[in-house]
């Protein structure tokens, strides 16, 4: 918890946002926070507010589908599919390279918003987590009809299926706070109301499952 979500993903966001503004610098004799694409600033601070959670979450979805998707970075990410039985401590559990995937992708869509502050990101950052948790909670809700907008914990229990639902070959129901993507993009499936799926990922036999060889085998793959 510490190391992933606050220590290591504060040191890539630093390490990245001065790689990047350097690199701006030299090839366009300017700063990255003066690229802006919107400025937050004209807003009223509830519309700042909601357009930095849309606009974050839409970045964390779309590299959690490359996750599934690419084989090297499926790699890493089946440390957090290693999980059989669902519970609010699976949000924690995830390699560490997967702070090096998604914040430089969160770094750049902050940039091009303008005119958020600080307080902004951590409500914003928080408010993710603690949804987070709720949506790997061994509970059984889906909010009726704001399923279609909000991620929900039977939703992310079918992400992680072991068996995947046919048409859906590399995942599904990617969404980390909000569904909405998964449903414009159609990755969005719950095939049945059930609270007792098995969990994982086929091949799980091969898996380690102490943490040393976890954290090294996203780099060696299967043998």
Do not use: C
Not at 32 to 55: G, R
């Amino acid at each position: 918890m510490f190391f992933n979500f606050y220590i290591f993903n504060l040191v890539i966001f630093i390490a990245f946002s001065e790689v990047v503004n350097m690199a701006v610098n030299d090839l366009f004799g300017t700063s990255l926070e003066k690229m802006h694409l919107l400025d937050l600033s004209v807003m009223p601070e509830w519309a700042q507010l909601l357009v930095f959670f849309i606009a974050t979450d839409f970045i964390q979805w779309f590299t959690h589908v490359m996750l599934h998707r690419y084989d090297i970075l499926w790699r890493f990410h089946k440390v957090h599919h290693s999980v059989e039985q669902m519970g609010f401590a699976a949000h924690l559990r995830y390699h560490w390279m997967e702070n090096v995937f998604y914040t430089p992708m969160k770094y750049i869509a902050v940039m091009l918003i303008g005119g958020f502050t600080p307080d902004q990101a951590f409500i914003v950052f928080y408010v993710a987590i603690a949804i987070g948790h709720l949506n790997h909670a061994n509970i059984h809700i889906t909010y009726g009809p704001l399923k279609y907008i909000f991620n929900n914990p039977v939703m992310h229990l079918w992400h992680h299926v072991y068996n995947l639902p046919e048409g859906h070959r590399h995942g599904l129901n990617y969404g980390i706070s909000l569904s909405l993507w998964d449903y414009i993009f159609r990755t969005a499936s719950i095939p049945k109301d059930d609270a007792h799926i098995k969990l994982g990922f086929p091949g799980m036999e091969k898996f380690p499952h102490d943490l040393p060889h976890q954290l090294v085998y996203g780099f060696k793959g299967e043998k």
